[in-house]
Structure formats: structure tokens, C-alpha cells
């Protein structure tokens, strides 16, 4: 009996649950009707369908790889995806699973469909956005808002004769206006972004959505038109397409491009005024003071690597927040300093945490007793998950031998007589599925789990020898990208009364078991197999701290 497994999907909030509902009953009636045996449902709740970083879609191809069904079920072809090129990845990785996509629009799914439909989709979607930009040009136009509401503004809810929504209609705050005319005046008169927002959150003052206020809150991105200080609105100018939102094709997530100044639509709006002209002019000319100018070298500032060795490392045990550079030598909580949200003012030395760090990393982090007991177990579980995929693997050679043989049968049957015509359509069948399965095998790999028994051992040894490569000029970033890999987080606790720091180092587990690898043939280790998983320095795997 074929296998079949129902996707469904609605992507905006103008559609309820109810719409997966309808979809999947829809379908479930289509497979009785075929007598198909349902598999599983999956489904995205409120998703795009212009991306594929959606866990249902994603938890589907994983079990049509896997074989778990053989046909997929859909309303339409675009609740798989809009986008023309992972609907065209989605059908090309069904296709080498052998797992055919039905659609009740559509019907089975061919390359045909996927060309068309799939183009189909991508100008419904750019006309779509097309729609919604006039739509917010329109409404710019005429004074209105075109986007979000602004810190210092509130939503005015209104309805027009007909009982449609009135949309864009703004309204000042005055208890936020007058949050911005204080920003205003002490950055005016001197006052840092880092301290005004640090005495804003003493003052138990909320910032934007609520949240605590931060430097970048309110210095922002002047060319970008960005953060309290450089919000055009607040002099009564309506700046609208300053910016341009793009959809990164790795991983999904919006990114915004300045736009050509020729571009942006500007518009006065004088009954939005918060600010008066002379204060702005003055925090206008103390930016223009304090600006400065990039380097010339350009570009490979941007993409340089972490400054020191533990950067992006450090944790604050107190509030959670990261560590940064405060003078020449030492580290501290970089919330305590920008926000003041935190109590923890005491610093440690640089150089002191690293060789803390990579004491921990030798002495700590991996008993050897312990680590041979962990080796055993880790192999066994990680063996036992890929004896599933082999399962798999040993299906498809045992349906490729009784492809072949089948096809000899044929090949017997047309020698004795049998008319070629007659056997013509089940040949090309099993021909089509044999290079499918020859395919499908090439392609699968059997990695054995190779976890040496005296990993703690190896994985000391070769921690000291990155170690010593840490001095050498031509191993020395080499071996610096190979240990931060072995660390996912280190907490520093000080005691705010003696000033001892107490230290949680946490390993990660995928970095430290390729590190103690040995064996040639030993498969590498992915995050995704130990992503549950962690080590903690300390007297065992439990998570424990420990004073260094």
C-alpha cells in the first residue's frame, strides 16, 4: 500500500489554525479515496512560504529521505514553497528519495509544473510586494506613516465611513516626547549614549518595546537614519524608503541596503515635531565632531578575526550578558557598563582568564576515567542512531538485488517465447528504479563511530600541543580557531565580597571529540549529533563550576 504524508501551511496572521485543518481533512479524503495509507501530517503555522527555514518543510524532507512515506499531499504546490528555487531543491531531493508530490490543484507534480508554477509563484510574490509598496508610498503621500511606530508616538486607532481601518495615523506621546527631549539635551550638553542610557535604567525608565535602554538604542546609525538621535520625525520629517529589506538566501533572515538618496520619499509633518530645531542642531553638530572617518585600508576591517583569544566567549554569571574590553589588560560585563543593569563592576585580567581557560581545557574539562566510561557509551548510542540510516541503506541493496533478478526473469521469459511487447512497460519500470537505487547508494555513506577509549588522554595531549602552537608565528591562528572550538561558554562569577572569580568552563562536545580522535577512519563529529550535549569543567560531566 502506498505510504503518503500531508503537508500544510498558511502564512499570515489574516489566516487562523482552522485553515491547516481544513487543509489536511481535504487531503485525508483525497488518499481514502486512492485507498493510500496515511503516514503523517505535517505542517508551519503562520510561516512564509518565500523560505524554506521552516520546521515542518524541513521535518518532512528529513522522513522522505529517511522512507518513512512515498507520496506527498498537498493543497497546492505553492503551500511547499514560492520560492523558484527551493521548490525546483524540494522536488530534485524528492525525486532521488523516490518520493512522488501530489497536489489537489495540480495533480502529480512533473518538472513541467515545477518550471511554470514555480515562476508563477515568484511573480505573485514580487507583484505582491509591488502591491504593498505603493500602498505605503500612498499612504507617505499624505503625511501618514509607512512603517512601524516610532518611540515618542502612539497608534491613533480610526475607522472611515465605510468602517474600514484608517491606517498610518499617528499621535505624540507625551511621556515619551519628553524621554527624547532629555536624550536630546544630555547627549547635547556632553553626556555620552552609554551613560544616558545607563541612567534611563536606573531611573526605571522602559525603552523601546519595552525593553532596557542601550548605547546603540540611542546613538544608532546615522547614514541609516536609525536610533533616537538620528530620527528625522522628531523635527516633523517624514523620511520614507530610506531603506531597502532583502531576504539572505542562506539563511532566510531580512538584511537592510541603504537606498539612493534620489530614492527616499521626504515629506514634512510638522504636527509631529518633538524636538525644536536648535537642540537638534547642536546634537547634529557634536555627532559631526565626534565622527570618525574609516580607515583607509577598507574592507578587511569588517571581516577581521575575534581580537583576542576568548572573544565572544566570556559570560557574565550575574546578568548573562558578554564581556568586552574596558581598559588595555582587563575584561568586564559589558551590560554593567553600557546599561547599568547589573552590579557586577569587577574586572579580571585578560591574560589571567586565558591561562585560566586553557588550565581548565588541560586539567579539568575531561577526566580520563570518566571520558573512557563516556567514550564507550557515547559510541554505543551514536552507533545504535546510525544503525537506523544503515537499515535504510541495507533495504535499498536488497530491493536492488530482487530489481535485478527481476529483470533477468523478464529477460528468461522473452527468450522462451514470451513477446518483448508485452514486457516492454514493466522493463523500462525496473531499468528506471535500478539506476534510481544505484543512484541513492552511491550516494549513502556508512560511517563508523570511531571514539578511542582513552580519549581524555588524547584529548589533553593534543590540547598542550596547541598549546605550544599558541606561541609559534606561523601555527599561532591555526591554533587559536582550534580552541575556541572546544569552548561553547565561559561563565565568570566574582564573588562580589572577596573579589575571587569563579569560573564555569563548557565545552563543546562536537570540538572535543574530533580533537580526541585517533584512528584515520574515524568519521567526523558533527554539532548535530552532540547538540544536546554538554561538558562542564568540574569533577564530572554534571553541569558543576569550578574555582580556578
Known amino acids: 500500500m502506498t505510504r503518503v504524508a500531508i503537508y500544510a501551511r498558511y502564512s499570515s496572521d489574516n489566516q487562523r489554525d482552522a485553515s491547516i485543518e481544513d487543509q489536511v481533512r481535504i487531503c485525508k479524503e483525497r488518499a481514502e479515496s486512492e485507498g493510500w495509507q496515511l503516514s503523517n501530517c505535517y505542517s508551519d503555522h503562520a510561516v512564509s512560504g518565500a523560505s524554506l527555514l521552516r520546521p515542518g518543510i524541513q521535518m518532512l524532507l528529513s522522513d522522505a529521505i529517511a522512507g518513512k512515506f512515498d507520496t506527498i499531499i498537498a493543497e497546492a504546490l505553492d503551500r511547499l514553497s514560492r520560492d523558484q528555487e527551493d521548490i525546483a531543491g524540494i522536488f530534485k531531493r ?10 489537489l490543484s495540480e495533480g502529480e507534480i512533473s518538472h513541467l509544473h515545477i518550471g511554470l508554477k514555480g515562476t508563477m509563484n515568484a511573480l505573485f510574490l514580487k507583484d505582491l510586494a509591488d502591491k504593498t509598496r505603493r500602498g505605503l508610498r500612498g499612504r507617505v503621500e499624505v503625511g501618514k506613516s509607512g512603517g512601524g511606530k516610532s518611540y515618542g508616538y502612539n497608534v491613533v486607532k480610526s475607522f472611515d465611513g465605510a468602517g474600514e481601518p484608517v491606517r498610518g495615523e499617528r499621535i505624540i506621546s507625551e511621556q515619551e516626547a519628553d524621554i527624547i527631549v532629555r536624550i536630546f539635551s544630555d547627549y547635547a550638553v556632553g553626556k555620552s549614549p552609554k551613560a544616558i542610557a545607563a541612567q534611563l535604567n536606573r531611573d526605571g525608565v522602559l525603552g523601546p518595546s519595552s525593553k532596557t535602554w542601550g548605547q546603540s ?26 531603506l531597502r529589506y532583502l531576504k539572505d538566501p542562506e539563511t532566510g533572515k531580512r538584511i537592510s541596503r541603504l537606498n539612493d538618496p534620489s530614492a527616499w520619499v521626504v515629506h514634512d509633518v510638522p504636527d509631529l515635531r518633538v524636538v525644536d530645531q536648535d537642540l537638534w542642531d547642536r546634537v547634529k553638530t557634536r555627532q559631526d565632531g565626534l565622527r570618525v572617518k574609516k580607515n583607509s ?8 578575526r575575534p581580537r583576542y583569544l576568548l572573544s565572544g566567549l566570556i559570560k557574565c554569571g550575574h546578568c548573562g550578558g558578554g564581556y568586552s574590553v574596558i581598559s588595555q589588560t582587563h575584561l568586564g560585563c559589558s551590560t554593567a557598563r553600557n546599561k547599568g543593569t547589573c552590579n557586577n563592576l569587577r574586572g579580571i585580567k585578560r591574560v589571567t582568564l586565558e591561562d585560566y581557560v586553557l588550565g581548565g581545557l588541560r586539567h579539568h574539562l575531561m577526566d580520563p576515567d570518566l571520558a573512557k566510561v563516556f567514550a564507550q557509551e557515547y559510541s554505543s548510542h551514536l552507533n545504535t542512531l546510525r544503525k537506523t540510516t544503515n537499515a535504510s541503506i541495507d533495504r535499498d541493496r536488497a530491493e536492488l ?13 522473452i527468450c522462451d517465447g514470451v513477446p518483448a511487447a508485452k514486457l516492454k512497460d514493466r522493463m523500462i519500470k525496473l531499468e528506471h528504479r535500478q539506476q534510481e537505487l544505484e543512484h541513492k547508494l552511491a550516494a549513502a555513506k556508512e560511517n563508523p563511530v570511531v571514539v578511542h577509549p582513552n580519549m581524555g588522554r588524547v584529548y589533553r595531549r593534543n590540547v598542550e600541543n596547541l598549546a605550544t602552537a599558541l606561541n609559534g608565528e606561523d601555527t599561532r591562528t591555526e591554533a587559536a580557531d582550534i580552541l575556541r572550538s572546544l569552548i561553547d561558554r ?23 571529540l574530533n580533537l580526541s580522535q585517533t584512528a584515520k577512519n574515524a568519521a567526523p563529529v558533527s554539532q548535530h549529533d552532540v547538540q544536546q550535549v554538554e561538558l562542564v569543567a568540574g569533577v564530572g560531566f554534571e553541569p558543576t563550576t569550578f574555582r580556578l
Open 490 to 512: 565561559i561563565t565568570v562569577t566574582p564573588d562580589l565580597e572577596t573579589g575571587t572569580p569563579v569560573i564555569s568552563l563548557e565545552g563543546n562536545l562536537a570540538g572535543i
Open 94 to 103: 524528492l525525486s532521488f528519495a523516490g518520493v512522488k508530490i501530489v497536489t
Open 217 to 242: 538604542t540611542i546613538n544608532g546609525n546615522r547614514q541609516r537614519g536609525t536610533g533616537i538621535l538620528n530620527n528625522e520625525l522628531y523635527i516633523g520629517r517624514l523620511v520614507w524608503n530610506r
Open 401 to 413: 538485488t530482487k530489481v535485478i533478478s527481476e529483470q533477468e526473469k523478464l529477460v528468461d521469459a
Open 297 to 304: 585600508s577598507g574592507g578587511m576591517r569588517d571581516c577581521r
